[in-house]
């Protein structure tokens, strides 16, 4: 994912100084800081962003870009909690599957593209999570419309 990436901004902007980081600190031979500083664009795997989190929410980054967001959908992991300590004000995440085992799921990715949008985890459950799992028609189209803005989705025709 992360050589896909670097391969990509090479092709489509090419003048984009663009860093990949696949090492963690003690296998590499420059900081983090370094490498930003002498980038336009760091792409990175979470794993990494896991192993060195205090590196990377150490540095001020103008935006994080989250490719296959459901890496992200547990609020639980080690790795949910690394991306969402980044310190940006912009975060996209880009996922095809948003929801795979509940609606936790996409409270945590939105937790991270959106923070402050939904209530915390616990009233989330209470408001959207539970009466949704219990067939409510009322708080499923709640949910729909404040996430809606925030959304983009597009159908595989669409794609095609």
Known sequence: MVG???????CFCPNLRVRAVTRTAAKREETL???????????????IARLCEEEFIAQDWAWVVCDEAQFVKNHTS??????????TPSTVAITGTP???SLMDLWSIMSIAAP?????????TAVY???????????LTALRARIHPFILRRTKDQVA
């Open 33 to 47: 800081e370094q490498i930003a500083e002498g980038s336009d664009v760091v792409v990175t795997s979470y794993t």
């Open 99 to 101: 929801m795979e085992n």
């Open 78 to 87: 080690a790795t949910y909690r690394a991306v969402r300590r980044l310190r």
């Open 116 to 124: 402050g949008l939904l209530p915390g985890p616990e009233r989330f």
């Open 129 to 139: 999570r539970r009466p949704i799992d219990r067939g409510s028609a009322a708080a």
């Open 4 to 10: 896909s990436w670097v391969e990509q901004a090479e």
